[in-house]
């Protein structure tokens, strides 16, 4: 029976009116019966069985050599050996004379026998469907069982199954709701199956089993086999029986050949008219022969037996280009070019020579244009089968091929596989993207099944999902599919239903969407996590800590969340590079992931920042505990790279719900507790407190203020003189930056300057410095000072800046001041780190003949190498040596060390921080060229250092 039914057959109604009502007729005649001679009712209902299972036999018997559903032959082996019981069941009654020895079990007892072998035969029969067995195998097998339970009821081994005093026995009662569920097993069974059964043929089949259902229940009540619990299950049983007349008998094979004999009764009704129309037709045959030679747009031609054109069609007329008597009667070497008629007059020849038809497919140039024909030569032969001539028949397929090919060519070249399947997902034509997606040639594709590369569906669930895309007539779906090589590649299918002309079943789209998928878990994951560390971000951190802190509001729980800042981080950033600053950041969350988590949470924040949320204990002082135990994660150097990396750690924290009762104050004050840290000192940690919170907003009125100072003017660079030591003549003035702020007055630099670093102002204020001083130098010369060298500090930010060179050289420029007269302070720090960046940056500074200087010497990564490497012009003394020169010898033996070790280099020293004669007069025994500080004078405005200009020479206080 087909898989799949036309809409026509699903809709036909399975049984009829006019049988339902012979069915309820018959029904109420045997209740009559019943009525006045139960024997006789139960003889008739049972023969009619009888007859129905002989004719199920004799069907299958008879259509077993052809029969591809295995089912009738299953259920019609058995019916035999059915009827065979039941005939012994109904025969064995009591009051037919032939068992008069015995009682109601014998025939109760075959009763339970014959049920259960039909129960059974039915359940094999459905779970047999798919498969084609010989008739064989299931007669003996019921053959058996049929002579075993027959031997067992006769003998006395078969259990009781009625007694005279009691009724039925438990076994019967037992053994009929066995067969019931056997019968509602069946169903299930049949239901997954039905696909292989003819609509009408299936809805009989599970009618008839529910009736069987139901009479077996009902043979479970009767007391007596009188009573009318039994007649109502044989009525029951009757009915089921019909079904399965109607399902298999008639739907299945009577109806078939009732419309059979219908048709051939047409047939021979129209006999007559059919050979009347066929002499019509054979009148009319040469008129419609000549119609179709003139009307086929292929192209036709005849010849005689001497290779002479006789007939041709108006298509093959218009090739040539050739009227009709130009043609006829002559050769094709006269109308087609030369290789074009070698070729027609060679395939002309083989079909002669082999008196048959032959299809070749040419290619003949016309007008420089090669045209595809595929022709068929064949023979003519006269009334006598001699030969007589030949002829062709050649159509133009140019077009159809090259439509084809480029069909093929889009299908072989598509970005996406393309393949189709049949209704059991076997493949039968794929593209080369889907030998991509696969990593299987086309050849061991088309001996696959989608079930082969399926990873996450099993058979059940590719099959229900072909099973919507056949309803729906499309779907859509992802899936995971095994690469040969045993790979994973996530899929996207969109597969359509098609009907075509050869062949039914799924057209379908594959796309690998492996790498989308993977970006897609990519930004997921950077979405929620430091791509570096492998930590939760910023963002998780806070979802994962309202989460705790939601379940610390019902528990009363205790909190603490940190906030930590690698000290030093930028320095070993710059002085090693990033790579290792990275792997150091890897190895800071390696250890704190060594905290528990089920108390932990740990984030990194934002570049050498971490946070933490930590559960605390009861005890007065966990929370001290819990920092001590953080710090103790930084007692041990790191080893990145081959160093050994000692970085220490600031740390605030906030308490929940002490300092907070939600993530956001929380973090904010614990990031105000961490910077309290940093400016105690670091290497330390500091609990939040409501000082904190001033001094942080003390700190953002003072940013404030800062911005937006250059514009209100508000900003004035002082002048501090530098003084040679040998000549005592000013030699250089050093810009300091003041700020005079209507509000808070006078703002020390040791105030505003770390700010303006941090918030990246420095870099708009450095300029503006750099400015203010090169115009104020050229100014200086253009009123006739002498020359003196201008000082402006330069910030890390600024330097590592890839425009400083540029800036320097606009600022220049733009106030026509020399180089030479401009030197540039840098920290020690600023030279440790890019090399290469550091090289070209001075470069590019000296070929301005900008000088250099070191400021703070002494109090940094004081090296020799970099001062040998680097262009460095002069050392600044850093004042803290210069201040405890007097009292204490080390510092004095410090300053003559830097000085004798500039020298040797060639480079200039000066010394700042000078307060006192002692210390000046100390510096010039030391042989330091420059000097600078308090005794020599403080930074003043412009005007009053041009005073000082206009003397020359310094007259120092004694």
Request: charged fraction near 20%.
């Amino acid at each position: 029976m087909p898989r799949y039914q036309s809409q026509a057959q699903r809709t036909d109604l399975p049984i009829a009116l006019p049988q339902v009502v012979g069915l309820v007729v018959v029904l109420a005649s045997l209740h009559l019966i019943a009525r006045n001679d139960f024997l006789l009712f139960h003889t008739l209902v049972e023969m009619l069985r009888i007859v129905v299972l002989a004719g199920l036999f004799a069907l299958a018997w008879h259509t077993r050599h052809w029969a591809t559903n295995s089912f009738l032959g299953v259920i019609g082996t058995a019916a035999i050996f059915i009827a065979s019981l039941e005939l012994l069941h109904t025969i064995s009654y009591k009051g037919i004379g032939i068992f008069p020895e015995h009682d109601g079990n014998l025939p109760t007892q075959l009763w339970i026998a014959f049920r259960y072998l039909e129960a059974v035969a039915f359940l094999i029969g459905v779970m047999a469907v798919r498969w084609r067995i010989s008739l064989m195998l299931p007669f003996a097998v019921f053959g058996s069982a049929t002579v075993i339970l027959g031997l067992a009821v006769f003998s006395g081994l078969f259990p009781d199954s009625y007694l005279k005093d009691t009724g039925l026995t438990p076994f019967k009662i037992t053994s009929e709701y066995i067969i019931a569920g056997i019968f509602a097993i069946t169903m299930a069974w049949l239901y997954r199956q039905r696909r292989r059964f003819a609509t009408p043929v299936f809805y009989l089949i599970q009618t008839s089993l529910v009736f069987n259902i139901l009479a077996t229940l009902t043979l479970t009540r009767y007391v007596s086999v009188y009573g009318f619990a039994n007649e109502l299950g044989h009525y029951l049983l009757l009915v089921s029986a019909y079904l399965i007349y109607r399902g298999v008998l008639v739907t299945g094979l009577i109806r078939p050949y009732q419309f059979l004999f219908r048709d051939l009764k047409r047939h021979e009704e129209h006999l007559s008219e059919l050979v009347a129309e066929r002499t019509a037709q054979l009148a009319r045959s040469e008129s419609l022969t000549r119609t179709f030679i003139e009307h086929s747009p292929a192209l036709i031609y005849l010849m005689d037996a001497e290779g002479r054109v006789t007939l041709t069609n108006p298509a093959f007329r218009k090739l040539l280009g050739l009227e009709g008597q130009h043609i006829l009667g002559k050769s094709i070497f006269d109308v087609f070019p030369p290789a074009a008629a070698a070729s027609i007059s060679r395939q002309d020849q083989r079909a002669r020579e082999q008196a048959r038809p032959i299809t070749v497919t040419d290619i003949v140039n016309f007008e420089n244009e090669p045209r595809m024909f595929e022709a068929v030569h064949f023979p003519i032969l006269d009334e006598n089968g001699q030969l007589c001539g030949s002829g062709a028949i050649a159509t133009d397929v140019t077009d159809h091929r090259r439509t084809q090919a480029n069909y093929e060519l889009m299908v072989q070249a598509a970005m996406d596989g393309l393949l189709v399947m049949d209704y059991e997902a076997n493949f039968i034509q794929v593209n080369r993207a889907t030998e991509e997606i696969t990593g299987y040639s086309q050849i061991e594709l088309l001996e696959m099944n989608i079930r082969d590369l399926e990873v996450d569906l099993d058979a059940a669930a590719i099959e229900r999902s072909l099973d919507e895309v056949m309803v729906e007539g499309s779907g859509r779906l992802e899936s995971r599919w095994r690469h040969k090589d045993g790979s994973i590649r996530d899929v996207e299918i969109s597969a359509h239903v098609f009907d075509g002309t050869f062949t039914s079943g799924f057209f379908s789209f594959v796309r690998d969407i492996t790498k989308r998928k993977s970006n897609l878990a990519r930004i997921e994951f950077l979405a929620h996590y430091d791509p570096l560390t492998r930590l939760p971000n910023r963002a998780r951190f806070e979802e994962l800590v309202n989460d705790r802190l939601a379940q610390a509001r019902t528990g009363h729980s205790r909190y603490a969340l940190v906030y930590l800042d690698l000290d030093n981080f930028k320095d070993i950033n710059d002085s090693l590079g990033h790579t290792v600053g990275d792997n150091l950041l890897k190895e800071v969350a390696r250890r704190l992931g060594t905290l528990p988590p089920e108390t932990h949470v740990i984030a990194r924040a934002s570049g050498d920042e971490f946070m933490v949320l930590a559960k605390l204990g009861p005890e007065e002082k966990a929370c001290v505990h819990e920092m001590e135990r953080l710090h103790q994660l930084f007692a041990n150097s790191f080893a990145v790279e081959g160093h050994h990396l000692a970085t220490s750690v600031s740390m605030g924290v906030a308490l929940f719900p002490d300092d907070g009762d939600d993530f956001t104050t929380l973090s904010r004050n614990a990031d105000t507790a961490m910077y309290a840290a940093k400016m105690e000192g670091r290497n330390t940690f500091r609990r939040f407190d409501t000082t904190m919170q001033e001094k942080a907003f003390e700190r953002q009125n003072l940013l404030a203020k800062l911005r937006g100072a250059l514009e209100r003017k508000e900003m004035e660079v002082y002048y501090q003189p530098q003084m040679d030591l040998a000549t005592r003549k000013i030699t250089g003035a050093e810009a300091i930056l003041r700020w005079n702020n209507p509000e808070l007055q006078w703002v020390s630099p040791s105030r505003f300057i770390p700010i303006a670093e941090e918030s990246g102002l420095i870099v708009e204020i450095g300029e503006w410095v750099l400015r203010e001083a090169c115009r104020q130098g050229k100014a200086w010369m253009d009123q006739g000072m002498p020359p003196i060298t201008v000082a402006v500090n330069l910030s890390a930010i600024q330097f590592q800046r890839g425009d400083l060179c540029d800036k320097v050289g606009g600022i220049l420029d733009e106030t026509d001041f020399e180089g030479r007269y401009l030197e540039l302070e840098l920290t020690e720090s600023v030279l440790i780190g890019d090399h290469k960046r550091v090289v070209n940056t001075i470069q590019g500074l000296k070929q301005r003949d900008i000088h250099l200087a070191i400021d703070d010497f002494g109090t940094g990564y004081s090296s020799l190498a970099y001062l040998n490497r680097f262009a460095v012009d002069k050392l600044k003394i850093d004042r803290s040596f210069i201040h405890d020169m007097g009292s204490d010898p080390n510092n004095s033996s410090v300053v003559l060390a830097i000085i004798r070790m500039a020298h040797s280099l060639g480079l200039k020293v000066i010394a700042e921080g000078v307060e006192n004669a002692a210390q000046l007069e100390q510096l010039d025994r030391l042989a330091c060229d420059e000097v600078q500080g308090y005794h020599l004078g403080k930074p003043m405005p412009a005007a009053a250092f041009q005073r000082l200009l206009t003397n020359g020479v310094m007259t120092l206080p004694d």
